[in-house]
């Protein structure tokens, strides 16, 4: 569940050719066989359960926070600063043959990206593959596809606002807790932040999905579970949003020194594939 442009969706992309690039180079080399003001969740239930859990999703008045996507079996981590108008996105993939890790992750502020990637469990992986351990500033007019490079859209990087506007109906639990049915095929936006779904297999049951939202003791949204059912060949899954650390999360800046370089050509082949 991610914002429409962006994020997850080409995380993943470049995550996986990444992975198989590296296998291969690795393999050829002979290298071996991760405060909005919202209701008080102890008061009586809301007039309103769909307003004031809205009035929960981070906004541009919230402090850094961080964040966490679980879409099937993908987990993303990150932070977003909306000051900075600022998003930091991780995930972490591992590879068995030959066996490493790799920990990619982009971080955006305004409309500048840089990348870093940590190559563990082959020495000199790093060396080999022509690849920086510091932060590489990227160039967006050198990727192929500039439109599918993360970028900042607002402090909401799982688009848990237009999810929720899809249900018609929201019940407060108490407790902080509120239950409702998604929509997935109301609009676009909705649609795009299911990158992992195949939508158009769940048929009637994408316009139903049961849905569980948190709001926490500051106000502000916790956590938003959807639970997809089974539809063609996809296995039912649960697709979990956190918000959390809300004015503890550090403060995104830019790279500085001796932190940071411009990306050489092999991450440019990294990233265009």
């Given at each position: 569940m991610?914002?429409?442009?962006?994020t997850a969706a080409t995380f993943r992309r470049v995550a996986a050719l990444a992975t198989a690039v590296l296998a291969a180079t690795a393999l050829s080399a002979g290298c071996g066989t991760g405060g909005s003001t919202g209701s008080d969740p102890t008061a009586a239930p809301s007039a309103d359960?769909?307003?004031?859990?809205l009035a929960a999703v981070p906004d541009e008045k919230d402090p850094a926070f961080r964040f966490s996507t679980l879409d099937g079996t993908d987990r993303f981590v990150g932070v977003v600063d909306p000051?900075?108008?600022?998003?930091?996105l991780g995930m972490t993939e591992k590879n068995d043959d030959p066996e490493f890790t790799?920990?990619?992750t982009f971080r955006v502020i305004d409309k500048d990206l840089w990348m870093r990637v940590k190559l563990t469990g082959i020495p000199g992986l790093h060396d080999m593959l022509k690849l920086p351990k510091r932060w590489m500033a990227v160039d967006r007019t050198k990727l192929d596809d500039e439109t599918e490079a993360p970028?900042?859209?607002?402090?909401?990087?799982?688009?848990?606002?237009?999810i929720i506007r899809t249900a018609d109906t929201v019940a407060d639990k108490g407790n902080g807790t509120y239950t409702g049915v998604a929509d997935l095929?109301?609009?676009?936006?909705?649609?795009?932040?299911f990158d992992g779904v195949d939508v158009a297999a769940l048929g009637e049951a994408a316009k139903k999905v049961p849905f569980?939202?948190?709001v926490g003791p500051d106000g502000n949204l916790a956590s938003l579970t959807l639970d997809v059912p089974a539809g063609g060949k996809q296995k039912a899954m649960k697709l979990v949003t956190r918000y959390y650390d809300f004015g503890k999360a550090p403060k995104l800046t830019a790279p500085t020194g001796n932190q940071v370089q411009k990306a050489p050509p092999s991450a440019y082949e990294v990233l265009n594939g």
């Open positions: 991610t914002q429409r442009t962006g359960p769909k307003a004031a859990l000051a900075a108008q600022a998003m930091e790799m920990d990619m970028v900042y859209q607002n402090a909401d990087p799982a688009n848990t606002a237009a095929t109301a609009n676009a936006d909705v649609q795009s932040a569980t939202a948190v």
